[in-house]
């Protein structure tokens, strides 16, 4: 009896557990959301319930005076870390809050860290390989990748840095001493003058110099 009288009293003791966002409130000030546990909850007849949204739940964004900024969408899963004080007076004025409410690791005191994935939302294309700032499909990316190479793309153009400094642009390669290799016909200023098909104007045999091109 008292260990299930134990086990009833810790349901309501909160630490952490999975969920998903069920919308993005105030995003331009406060980056709070709406937050769904992911977890049922079991009553003391064994019948199981979902429990209600979490609102007004600070998001993390990591960083200090220079962070990461990523978009959060409806259905984004991640994990609810819950404060073992009341977070009202703190997500007011930072710093060494007043404690308003005596409540502790209560549903309400709420914090949501993007990223963990359930088997049905985890990244495709994942590589494990230096690190990657990219979308969860993988067709945008930047990566820093560990044999020292650079790659950017997002699907239509590509950036490429290898280790030795050679930077490819869409097939143009660029070597670190500034040679510059393209696959295609150089085409440049207003009045698209080609580089392989141009002609000169005012050519005369002899030491002189031809006109410009045309």
């Given at each position: 009896?008292?260990?299930?009288?134990?086990?009833?009293?810790?349901?309501?003791?909160?630490?952490?557990?999975?969920?998903?966002?069920?919308?993005?409130?105030?995003?331009?000030?406060?980056?709070?959301?709406?937050?769904?546990?992911?977890?049922?909850?079991v009553d003391v007849n064994g019948a199981?319930?979902?429990?209600?949204?979490?609102?007004?739940?600070?998001?993390?964004?990591?960083?200090?005076?220079?962070?990461?900024?990523?978009?959060?969408?409806?259905?984004?899963?991640?994990?609810?870390?819950?404060?073992?004080?009341?977070?009202?007076?703190?997500?007011?004025?930072?710093?060494?809050?007043?404690?308003?409410?005596?409540?502790?690791?209560?549903?309400?005191?709420?914090?949501?860290?993007?990223?963990?994935?359930?088997?049905?939302?985890?990244?495709?294309?994942?590589?494990?390989?230096?690190?990657?700032l990219r979308n969860k499909t993988g067709?945008?990316?930047?990566?820093?990748?560990?044999?020292?190479?650079?790659?950017?793309?997002?699907?239509?153009?590509?950036?490429?840095?290898?280790?030795?400094?050679?930077?490819?642009?869409?097939?143009?390669?660029?070597?670190?001493e500034g040679l510059i290799t393209t696959?295609?016909?150089?085409?440049?200023?207003?009045?698209?003058?080609?580089?392989?098909?141009?002609?000169?104007?005012?050519?005369?045999?002899?030491?002189?110099?031809?006109?410009?091109?045309?």
């Amino acid at each position: 009896m008292i260990e299930s009288a134990f086990r009833e009293l810790m349901k309501g003791v909160y630490t952490c557990v999975p969920g998903y966002v069920i919308s993005l409130i105030d995003s331009g000030s406060k980056q709070r959301a709406q937050i769904q546990v992911g977890i049922e909850r079991v009553d003391v007849n064994g019948a199981s319930f979902a429990l209600k949204p979490i609102i007004d739940v600070p998001v993390h964004f990591p960083g200090g005076d220079y962070c990461i900024e990523y978009e959060i969408n409806k259905g984004c899963e991640g994990l609810i870390v819950f404060s073992q004080r009341c977070t009202d007076g703190w997500k007011n004025t930072g710093g060494i809050a007043q404690n308003p409410i005596g409540r502790m690791h209560d549903l309400q005191d709420a914090f949501f860290i993007p990223g963990f994935r359930s088997n049905g939302n985890v990244l495709a294309d994942f590589q494990n390989n230096g690190i990657r700032l990219r979308n969860k499909t993988g067709s945008q990316f930047a990566w820093l990748k560990n044999d020292d190479s650079i790659e950017i793309e997002n699907g239509l153009g590509h950036i490429r840095m290898a280790a030795d400094g050679t930077v490819t642009i869409n097939n143009v390669v660029i070597t670190p001493e500034g040679l510059i290799t393209t696959p295609e016909n150089i085409v440049w200023g207003d009045g698209a003058i080609s580089g392989e098909d141009h002609v000169h104007s005012g050519v005369d045999p002899g030491a002189g110099n031809s006109g410009p091109p045309v």
